[in-house]
């Protein structure tokens, strides 16, 4: 199985900062990567599919990079509302995998 | 609108058996494979198994082989997780999910509890 290794897993940082989350895949995943926001008691909902495609609704300070192994999420601007845990998945092989998660929340 | 409605949770001692269904509604059902992935409590989420749209192909995660089966209904739109032989350890939150790829879409999850 494909390991995604995530970090940091929390952060805290001010309204209007710049976040970032790096996620980093064990084999070549091309551009195979989702990420995903899950607030506390809710379904993960796709933000970012293909590396660096925003989903349909999904607020532009939301941005993902990266191809290969190495990756990267960012908020360009934090707000209240993104309060939230963050999730790379890889879908290059199955069993699709995640990983550990970013705790996000506002300092 | 995609719709994925889990149901079929709740607590069962360990040992026991339940049966998870997710009804889908708003796309074309047997187009695509489906997931189930849980979450324990204050965790991060864990895939368990997956069926492609015809049935025909099925994986499952180690900590659930032999013990889970999955199986889907393209007439009525549902898939099922049939969890049987449950440990205080799979208590988590069950989601269905659809295509873990571009197209992902999650239902908002059962909670199954295993105490005694």
């Known amino acids: 199985d494909i390991q995604m290794t995530q970090s940091p897993s929390s952060l805290s940082a001010s309204v209007g900062d710049r976040v970032t989350i790096t996620c980093q895949a064990s084999?070549?995943?091309?551009?195979?990567l989702n990420w995903y926001q899950q607030k506390l008691g809710k379904a993960p909902k796709l933000l970012i599919y293909?590396?660096?495609s925003l989903e349909t609704g999904v607020p532009s300070r939301f941005s993902g990079s990266g191809s290969g192994t190495d990756f990267t999420f960012t908020i360009s601007s934090l707000q209240p509302e993104d309060i939230a845990t963050y999730y790379c998945?890889?879908?290059?092989?199955?069993?699709?995998?995640f990983g550990g998660g970013t705790k996000v929340d506002i300092k | 609108e995609v719709q994925l409605v889990e149901s079929g949770g709740g607590l069962v001692q360990p040992g026991g058996s339940l049966r998870l269904s997710c009804e889908a509604s708003?796309?074309?059902?047997?187009?695509?494979?489906m997931n189930w992935v849980r979450q324990a409590p204050g965790k991060g989420l864990e895939w368990i198994s997956y069926?492609?749209?015809?049935?025909?192909?099925?994986y499952y995660a180690d900590s659930v082989k032999g013990r889970f089966t999955i199986s889907r209904d393209n007439v009525r739109n549902s898939v099922y997780l049939q969890m049987n032989s449950l440990r205080v350890e799979d208590t988590a939150m069950y989601f269905c999910?659809?295509?873990?790829?571009?197209?992902?879409?999650w239902g908002q999850g059962t909670l199954v509890t295993v105490s005694s």
């Open positions: 084999q070549d995943i091309i551009s195979y």
């Open positions: 708003g796309f074309t059902f047997n187009f695509y494979g």
């Open positions: 999910a659809r295509e873990l790829d571009y197209e992902a879409y």
């Open positions: 998945q890889q879908y290059r092989a199955l069993p699709a995998t």
């Open positions: 293909g590396a660096s």
């Open positions: 069926i492609s749209s015809g049935g025909t192909t099925i």
